[in-house]
């Protein structure tokens, strides 16, 4: 087969079938990877490489490799692509931690004048609980319309957050503290759902929540309250603290009893708020105490 043939094939080549060529789609994934500014204190290190071709995901190495995956954006007019990446970890070591974690973060990409942009960044943070705090931004507000956002990572619970100021601002578990930007290691293009890379069988595992973050993350909703948005503001899904959130902390150590998941919200509420009740009734005696003279 003559040389320059082939070099077409490849260069055409789509192996998950989304109409996005792999060329194309790792060019894109290498230009608009993310920063990420890890703890210095990080328990688990890096980001995991996770064994390939098995069914249950098993780490490898911790190196800071990122997974990610492509996908056409219909949503709005235009040519758009959805990028996401995984930083996906042994073990979530924070409060109430277990084995194995998936983060992610997504920029929305437009092509304008046959160059790609990007025009948005969402960040994912304790996605799916009563904790929730994922954020989103204009890819110009971060200065990252042609490179990839800096992620502030939680030392511990790896959640991602646009700015560190957004780290604090969960349910109380949360620190950027001291953190360093972590070496740009590989990036492993996963594929789509239906149609993952080969080897990838363990992504859709159930020992962990990754089969079910491999939809959007940009809705409508989302994107039209970032285009209302005169300021340079980062917007939480709501655009304000919730109010279980809240609640965690004014009570300190009431996020112990917030549970991970929005089932448990009943039982949760009831602790937290049992919690905080206590709390502030230990507070209000030792007021009473300093004020009467007693220590």
Same mark, same amino acid.
């Given at each position: 087969?003559?040389?320059?043939?082939?070099?077409?094939?490849?260069?055409?080549?789509?192996?998950?079938?989304?109409?996005?060529?792999?060329?194309?789609?790792?060019?894109?994934?290498?230009?608009?990877?993310?920063?990420?500014?890890?703890?210095?204190?990080?328990?688990?290190?890096?980001? +995991?490489?996770?064994?390939?071709? !098995?069914? #249950?995901?098993?780490? /490898? *190495? @911790?190196?800071?490799? &990122?997974? $990610?995956?492509?996908?056409?954006?219909?949503?709005?007019?235009?040519?758009?692509?959805?990028?996401?990446?995984?930083?996906?970890?042994?073990?979530?070591?924070?409060?109430?931690?277990?084995?194995?974690?998936?983060?992610?973060?997504?920029?929305?990409?437009?092509?304008?004048?046959?160059?790609?942009?990007?025009?948005?960044?969402?960040? +994912?943070?304790?996605?799916?609980? !009563?904790? #929730?705090?994922?954020? /989103? *931004? @204009?890819?110009?507000? &971060?200065? $990252?319309?042609?490179?990839?956002?800096?992620?502030?990572?939680?030392?511990?619970?790896?959640?991602?957050?646009?700015?560190?100021?957004?780290?604090?601002?969960?349910?109380?578990?949360?620190?950027?503290?001291?953190?360093?930007?972590?070496?740009?290691?590989?990036?492993?293009?996963?594929?789509?759902?239906?149609?993952?890379?080969?080897?990838?069988?363990?992504?859709?595992?159930?020992?962990?929540?990754?089969?079910?973050?491999?939809?959007?993350?940009?809705?409508?909703?989302?994107?039209?309250?970032?285009?209302?948005?005169?300021?340079?503001?980062?917007?939480?899904?709501?655009?304000?603290?919730?109010?279980?959130?809240?609640?965690?902390?004014?009570?300190?150590?009431?996020?112990?009893?917030?549970?991970?998941?929005?089932?448990?919200?009943?039982?949760?509420?009831?602790?937290?708020?049992?919690?905080?009740?206590?709390?502030?009734?230990?507070?209000?005696?030792?007021?009473?105490?300093?004020?009467?003279?007693?220590?």
């Amino acid at each position: 087969m003559d040389w320059l043939v082939l070099v077409m094939l490849l260069a055409a080549a789509d192996s998950d079938r989304d109409g996005v060529a792999d060329a194309v789609e790792q060019a894109i994934l290498e230009q608009f990877r993310p920063q990420l500014l890890i703890s210095a204190g990080e328990c688990d290190g890096l980001p +995991a490489e996770f064994r390939s071709g !098995l069914k #249950e995901p098993e780490v /490898a *190495a @911790r190196n800071g490799t &990122l997974y $990610a995956r492509v996908s056409p954006f219909t949503a709005r007019p235009g040519e758009w692509i959805e990028v996401h990446y995984y930083h996906l970890w042994g073990r979530d070591c924070g409060k109430r931690g277990h084995d194995l974690d998936a983060e992610q973060a997504a920029v929305l990409l437009e092509r304008v004048h046959g160059e790609w942009l990007a025009r948005y960044w969402w960040a +994912a943070a304790h996605e799916e609980t !009563l904790c #929730e705090r994922s954020n /989103a *931004a @204009r890819a110009s507000w &971060l200065n $990252a319309e042609k490179q990839g956002a800096r992620l502030w990572i939680s030392r511990g619970k790896h959640a991602s957050f646009l700015s560190r100021q957004l780290c604090s601002w969960g349910c109380g578990g949360d620190s950027c503290e001291n953190t360093l930007p972590a070496a740009p290691a590989k990036i492993v293009n996963l594929g789509e759902k239906g149609a993952l890379a080969e080897g990838m069988e363990w992504v859709e595992a159930g020992s962990w929540p990754l089969r079910d973050k491999l939809g959007s993350a940009f809705t409508e909703e989302i994107l039209a309250r970032l285009d209302r948005e005169e300021g340079s503001r980062i917007v939480g899904r709501d655009g304000a603290m919730y109010p279980i959130q809240a609640i965690a902390l004014a009570g300190g150590e009431a996020a112990d009893g917030l549970g991970t998941g929005k089932q448990h919200t009943g039982q949760a509420l009831g602790t937290a708020t049992e919690k905080t009740g206590s709390a502030l009734r230990k507070a209000g005696r030792s007021v009473r105490g300093f004020l009467s003279g007693k220590k």
